[in-house]
């Protein structure tokens, strides 16, 4: 294995004292430009970067910022919001040369105790927090520590409880990028009505989840709105798997007065829909439309294409590292919203059979 270069490499090669170089490179005064420029352009020659361990030591960045997962790891491998959100996250941060450390954990206690031993061993600048969830302890515990945050998915309204200010008016604890889950679900739940459906079921993610709760909630409040029947429209939780969105479309189908009409919280879920219902024999759309609440590839080369809501996941990443750079910077915490996901209706939405 190549030894990685060293200070003292540098010196040897530019004809000068290892102190010489620490200032060089540390923007120090104490050293001509002339000489300044030649220990640079040597140090580049010889691939060397600066321990970021030793840097968050001596009280400097440490040049990377962080993200943990408290997911069942066995949801993510086919989940593609995921890896669209990274690859937003990572165009903004490579820019600026900042590196993504990222853990996968098994549930919010492990997490908090990641952001706690990353705080004391200073191997991040600040984190990103994801999946808010119904009084949610990591706002306060970030803000606690000092380690700057943003909070991916969390409401920018008062008293979301989401350990944000209750309702005081005093603003958020720490920044939050956010889209508008209600409108979104609004939008769904019109355009189904507007299709003639009355029985609808919303086949959501975990329970405790805040952006789950959002969408619960709204799907009630547009059904009381609309005037349609109570328990006809409805959410069933899953973990957002393949596996339980196929289950849960199976109990759901088998009611004696099955639903008309399934809205999914992923696309995986609504491509296992999908083909539980071929699988059953029950056309979409048929006898069935369906809905998936994030677009993807699955959504457009599944048949048919499925209705979904769109918007754009790599963007709302790079909103999300480009609000903690401004954190880092030294702003204060503030809420942004993302652009409001659209419907875009396919060919697996449509008017439910008249007897049926």
Known sequence: MARRPTIKDIARRAGVSESAVSFALNGRPGVSEQTRARIRRVAEELGWQPNSAARALSGERSGAVGLVLARPAHTLGVESFFLQLVSGIQEVLSAERIALLFQVVEDIEAECAVHRRWWAERRVDGVLVVDPRTN??????????????????????????????????????????????????????????????????????????????????????????????????????????????????????????????????????????????????????????IVAWDDSALCRVTHPRLTALVRDTAGFGRLAAEELLAVLAGGPPRARESELPRLEPRESTSPPPAAY
Do not use: F
């Open 136 to 289: 949610d302890p990591r706002p306060e515990l970030l803000a606690g520590l000092g380690l700057p945050a943003v909070l991916i998915g969390g409401y920018g309204g008062e008293g979301d409880g989401e350990g944000g200010d209750g309702g005081r008016g005093e603003g958020p604890s720490v920044s939050r990028v956010w889209a508008d889950d209600t409108r979104a679900m609004t939008e769904v739940l019109d355009h189904l009505h507007g299709l003639g459906h009355r029985r609808i079921v919303h086949i959501a993610g975990l329970p405790g989840l805040a952006h789950t709760a959002r969408r619960v909630a709204a799907l009630r409040a547009e059904a009381e709105r609309l005037g349609l029947p109570a328990g006809q429209v409805r959410s069933v939780p899953t973990d957002y798997s393949d596996t339980e969105g196929a289950a849960a479309t199976r109990r759901v189908l088998a009611e004696p007065e099955p639903p008309t009409a399934l809205v999914y919280d992923n696309d995986v879920m609504a491509v296992a829909g999908s083909a539980v219902a071929a699988e059953l024999g029950i056309p979409v759309p048929g006898r069935l439309s």
